[in-house]
C-alpha cells in the first residue's frame, strides 16, 4: 500500500526554469522527482502547493507524493538532499493521511517581495531583491495596498498566460513595510493568478515613486484591464514565504523568520 509523503522544501529560483516539469529537465519538479526515484528506486509524480515562475525562489513549498517502497524519514531528506543540486534543499519530511493533497489541502499561501530602495543597485543580493533607486512614498504604498485587500476579480494584475478558471482571488492581507533600505510587501490569499504578486508590487512601485496616486490602485483593480496596470515586476525579490494548512495534518513549522529582514 501507498505511503503519502509531504515535504517541506526551500529553493533559490535563480538555479531554475520555475516549478512545473519541462522537457530539458530544468524546474525544480524535474530535479526533485529525479532524486526522489534515485531514493525511492522508482519515478514518483509530486503535487506542490504552489507553481512559482522562473526566477522566485521559495522558503516553504509544500509537496506530496506517494510512496510505494518503505523508507525511513530520514531517507527522504538526508537521501534526497544528497541528489539535489545546492540550490534545493528538503527541509522536513513526513508521512501523512492519504487524504491529504497539498495543493487542495492548502487554506492559504503567502509571498513575500523583497524590495532594495538604495541608490547603488544589490551585489551581493543579486537576483535576490529587487531594486529601485528613487524615494519611495511609503504611507502612499500603504495607503494603496489597503485597496487590493477583500475577494475581487484581480484580471488587471493578471498575466495574458495565465490559465487559472477564474480571476476571482480573496486576498487576506496585503502590507507594505520598511526596514532599514528594505521594503518589505507581504501578500496571503487562497491562491494568487499568474504574475499576480508582481503585479501588484509593479502598480505599488508606481505610487510610491509618485507616478500615479493611492486610489489609482482601486481603479486598475475596478477596470479588469491589465493594460491599465503598471510593468510586471522582477522575480527577484519573490519569495513562496508560507502555506497554511489545518492543523489535523499536524505538518512540521517552517522557520517564521523570513529573509533578509524580519518584520513584525
Known amino acids: 500500500m501507498a505511503q503519502r509523503i509531504v515535504l517541506g522544501l526551500e529553493y533559490d529560483g535563480r538555479a531554475f526554469c520555475g516549478w512545473q516539469t519541462q522537457p530539458g529537465g530544468c524546474a525544480v519538479q524535474d530535479h526533485l522527482e529525479a532524486a526522489l526515484a534515485a531514493v525511492h528506486g522508482t519515478p514518483v509524480q509530486t503535487i506542490t502547493a504552489g507553481r512559482t515562475d522562473a526566477g522566485v525562489h521559495a522558503l516553504a513549498q509544500v509537496v506530496h507524493f506517494d510512496a510505494l517502497h518503505d523508507r525511513p524519514t530520514s531517507a527522504w531528506v538526508r537521501g534526497v538532499n544528497a541528489h539535489l543540486p545546492a540550490a534545493m534543499a528538503v527541509l522536513w519530511a513526513k508521512d501523512v493521511d492519504?487524504?491529504?493533497?497539498?495543493?487542495t489541502a492548502a487554506l492559504s499561501r503567502q509571498y513575500r517581495?523583497?524590495?532594495?530602495?538604495?541608490?547603488?543597485?544589490?551585489a551581493l543580493l543579486h537576483g535576490r531583491v529587487g531594486w529601485l533607486h528613487g524615494s519611495l512614498d511609503l504611507e502612499g504604498m500603504r495607503q494603496a495596498a489597503t485597496l487590493l485587500v477583500?475577494?475581487?476579480?484581480?484580471?488587471?494584475?493578471?498575466?495574458?498566460?495565465?490559465?487559472?478558471?477564474?480571476p476571482v482571488r480573496e486576498l487576506h492581507q496585503a502590507s507594505?513595510?520598511?526596514?532599514?533600505?528594505?521594503?518589505?510587501?507581504?501578500?496571503?490569499?487562497?491562491?494568487?493568478l499568474?504574475?499576480?504578486?508582481?503585479?501588484?508590487?509593479?502598480?505599488?512601485?508606481?505610487?510610491?515613486?509618485?507616478?500615479?496616486?493611492p486610489e489609482w490602485v482601486g481603479e486598475v483593480l475596478a477596470s479588469r484591464d491589465r493594460r491599465q496596470g503598471a510593468a510586471t515586476f522582477a522575480a527577484d525579490g519573490l519569495y513562496?514565504?508560507?502555506?497554511?494548512?489545518?492543523?489535523?495534518?499536524?505538518?512540521?513549522?517552517?522557520?517564521?523568520?523570513?529573509?533578509l529582514v524580519d518584520t513584525p
Not at 477583500?150 to 477564474?166: M, P
Not at 508560507?242 to 517564521?256: C, H, I, R, T
Open 98 to 103: 492519504p487524504a491529504f493533497n497539498a495543493r
Open 113 to 122: 517581495y523583497m524590495l532594495l530602495n538604495h541608490a547603488v543597485r544589490p
Open 150 to 166: 477583500g475577494r475581487h476579480d484581480f484580471s488587471a494584475f493578471r498575466s495574458a498566460e495565465c490559465q487559472a478558471k477564474t
Open 176 to 192: 507594505v513595510t520598511r526596514a532599514g533600505n528594505y521594503l518589505v510587501f507581504d501578500f496571503r490569499a487562497n491562491a494568487f
Open 194 to 213: 499568474h504574475h499576480q504578486v508582481r503585479n501588484m508590487v509593479g502598480a505599488l512601485a508606481w505610487v510610491g515613486l509618485r507616478r500615479r496616486g
Open 240 to 259: 513562496l514565504a508560507g502555506v497554511e494548512y489545518a492543523d489535523q495534518w499536524g505538518l512540521p513549522p517552517f522557520d517564521k523568520r523570513l529573509p
